[in-house]
């Protein structure tokens, strides 16, 4: 089992930056692979950005590749999502998420075991 507590949303205008973060408890954190995912009302999950259990390899969604900064620390057992340059697109409610298999479809939502609540980001001047 492992528990995810994503944090860092908030109300940012467009252009401007945020960092989220998702800190999990349970046991053998590092051996998850992670993934970022945001929902916004109406609309379907949608992928935005993975990290491989080592963070050796990352995966990012096309609409946020170049301006999102995926990162993780198995010391600390969180992960990160530096987003930059938001667009009012951005606006969703985001989600960390756990992986532990074989990892074949980074970008399904249904391949992860585990997930947080939910942090809320909101782009709007």
């Given at each position: 089992q492992l528990q995810l507590v994503e944090s860092g949303g908030g109300?940012?205008?467009p252009g401007g930056s945020l960092r989220l973060s998702c800190a999990a408890s349970g046991r053998a954190f590092?051996?998850?692979a992670m993934g970022w995912f945001r929902q916004a009302?109406?609309?379907e999950r949608e992928f935005v950005a993975a990290?491989?259990?080592s963070g050796a390899t990352t995966y990012?969604?096309?609409?946020?590749?170049?301006?999102f900064t995926m990162s993780r620390d198995n010391?600390?057992?969180t992960i990160d999502l530096q987003m930059t340059s938001l667009k009012p697109e951005d606006t969703a409610v985001y989600l960390?998420?756990?992986?532990?298999?074989?990892?074949?479809?980074?970008?399904?939502?249904?391949?992860?075991?585990?997930?947080?609540?939910?942090t809320q980001v909101t782009v709007s001047s």
């Open positions: 109300l940012v205008q590092s051996s998850y009302p109406g609309k990290i491989s259990w990012y969604a096309d609409s946020v590749k170049g301006r010391d600390k057992d960390c998420a756990a992986e532990k298999g074989a990892w074949d479809d980074v970008m399904s939502p249904h391949e992860y075991d585990f997930w947080g609540q939910g």
